[in-house]
């Protein structure tokens, strides 16, 4: 379209663009055979596209999305593309599906491995570097499992499907207070673990009458906090 072409009080072709209106019924059968072909695909693909997503099932509801998308809105293409398009994502989801099963090194390439991201109530700073998880998400996915002391944490796993496995000890635990700064008046109410303190960075604890003024063991970190007890 020419730029004289455009004109803002041009209705019709604001809200219908530059085609008839007989292709808004067209519209309504293209939607329906793609909400067609999207629903078969993912029964295709398995039971789990119907739960939380891997990498490559995301890769495929996205693939088939954005193919479908062009065909829906564009009246020049056809659809036979759609299940074209939509039997090479499903052989490609169903191929790398058995072929993970058949080979734990492909799986692993594929859909790569989980990492602990807390071990005995300690941030494991690395693997938390490698997953890209930020301290305040992992904390708070703790206090969603309403443990408010790291110290209480005794695995945390992040499985390859990005879901999390906390795993807590049972006796009573000191550690890291997880209760967010913001909120002084709940971290006044937690229980102040006699002469230890938890490295604000990682959670590793400390033994000491005063806060210690050196640097953490485990991170390198100098910024410590009165540890809690659970």
């Known amino acids: 379209m020419k730029p004289e072409d455009i004109h803002i009080t ?5 809200v219908l663009g530059e085609v008839p209106w007989v292709f808004l019924l067209e519209v309504v059968i293209r939607i329906a055979f793609i909400y067609f072909v999207l629903m078969l695909s993912m029964r295709l693909m398995g039971k789990r596209m119907a739960s939380m997503l891997s990498r490559t099932e995301m890769a495929a509801l996205v693939s088939l999305a954005a193919a479908n998308g062009v065909a829906l809105m564009d009246p020049s293409r056809g659809i036979v593309p759609i299940v074209i398009i939509a039997m090479v994502v499903i052989g490609i989801e169903r191929f790398i599906a058995w072929r993970s099963t058949q080979d734990a090194g492909f799986e692993q390439i594929v859909m790569d491995d989980m990492d602990i991201l807390v071990k005995d109530g300690c941030l494991q700073l690395k693997a938390m570097e490698q997953a890209r998880i930020p301290r305040e998400r992992l904390f708070a996915q703790l206090r969603y499992s ?4 790291l110290g209480k944490v005794q ?5 390859a499907n990005g879901a999390f496995t906390i795993k807590q000890f049972q006796d009573e635990r000191e550690g890291l207070s997880l209760v967010p700064d ?14 230890k ?3 604000a960075s ?3 604890l400390a033994k000491g009458p005063q806060k210690p003024s050196g640097e953490c063991a485990n991170c390198g970190q100098n910024d410590w906090k009165k540890a809690v007890v659970s």
């Open 182 to 195: 913001i909120d002084p008046d709940l971290q006044r109410d937690q229980k102040a673990a006699p002469e």
């Open 202 to 204: 990682c959670g590793n």
């Open 155 to 159: 695995r945390t796993y992040m499985e």
């Open 146 to 149: 309403d443990i408010y002391n």
């Open 197 to 199: 303190f938890a490295c």
């Open 10 to 14: 041009d209705w019709l072709r604001i």
